[in-house]
Each structure stands twice: as C-alpha cells, then as structure tokens.
C-alpha cells in the first residue's frame, strides 16, 4: 500500500508498526498511527484524564523548513522512569509512537474545550541523537477515518487555497477521536466538496499554530492561543 507514498518522509516508520516483528505492531492502531521525535522542552507534569493519571509535556520537532513545532504528548505513568519524573529531562531527546487523541475538557471560562495530543503508546528517552532509533526531527501521521463536519474551504489573502477537516476515528479501544485537519492546494479542491461521512485516508504531519483570539466584538481585545492540527500530505 506505501509503494507509491515512498517520497514522504517517515512513511517507511509507520510501515514498520505493522510487521509481526514489530514491538508496537499490538499496541498501534491500525486507524490512527503517529511517529515523532524531537527535544523535549518541558519536565513531566501529572494531568487527569479518563478519571486516570497520566504525565504530559512538550517536545520540539522542526520542520524541514525550519518552523518549529511544539506538541504536546500524554504518557501513561508506566513508561516513564522515576528517574525521569523526578528530574528534569528538558532537553533530551525522545521518540513517541502512538496515535492522535482528542479529548473534551472544560475551558477556564465553563466553554468545552477539545484538547488535542499524541498519546503514547511506546518512548524511547535520550540524551542525545546519536541514540535514537529513527531520524531526528521526525514527524508523520497516519489517519484512516470518516469525516464528520462539512468541509470548510477557503482562499487565503496570498492565493492559497486550504480546507479545514475534522475527522472521526477510533483508537484501539474504540474510543472515537476527532482530529481537526487542513489540506492546502490540489488537496484542498479535492476535499472540499467532501460529504459527510465520506471515507478517507491520509499522511501527514501533527503541528502546532498560533492564532489571535478576539474577546470583545471590537477586535481591540483578545489573547494569542496555540492549537494543534494535522496537515495532510497526500489523500488516497
């Protein structure tokens, strides 16, 4: 199936999630597989979700364009040392493998709010590059699902033409994630006339944004808030 998609860096990772030699080939699910490494730029901190206790942090992957991404990933206590937990582990590397999870929580002023991680299913911690297993820098998603709202396309103000997806699909424990992600060019005139429920499958890339969010009608007040997103490569 990846034979025409060897032009896309990272495919070649994802496609190794499947093989029965594979140390993540049960734990990955086959609907929804993400593969990043990166430096991590913030220490473990403990977050309740599912009425569970997990860690979260940060961790910085560049682009080959040289934009910086910063994402956030969800760990479950029993991958993690408790050498790393009590110390600082800014600026060591680390691989997650895992998959793209949403999660509904309650934003500070009682609106619901749609957090938006890679949730780890396996990590690889380490002091420097030279221990990681994959490339460094390493950021490729692979989504199979359905959508669930009508897309939203749009022309920018340079000329680009982009549509805003959000994606449905489930998670080895058949729990379903909404993934909201974009598709620019020929990508986004093919999906904008998208209906809904229609199938679809694609790589891409999890990524981080800033936007400007207006608190008042006037514009003239508003805070910077970053969200997350998967950028599609290619659809088939």
Known sequence: MLEKFTSIRGTDILE????????????ISSNNKAFISGIIVENFSPVIYWNKKFYTTKVRVLRLSGVEDLLPIVVSPSLISKNFLSGSVIGKWIEVAGEITSYNSKHKNGNNHVLLFLFARNINICNDESELQEDKFSNIVYINGYLCKPPEFRETKYGKSL??????????????????????????????????????????????RLYFKPLSSDFFGGEVRETYEVSIFTIW
């Open 163 to 208: 549509s805003r997806l959000i994606i449905a699909t489930h998670n080895l424990g058949h729990i379903m994630n909404y993934i909201p992600s974009i598709a620019w060019s020929k990508f986004a005139y093919e999906t904008k006339n998208f209906k809904l429920g229609e199938s679809i499958q694609f790589y891409g890339r999890f990524q981080s």
């Open 16 to 27: 190794k999630f499947d093989m029965e030699s594979s140390p993540y080939q049960k734990s």
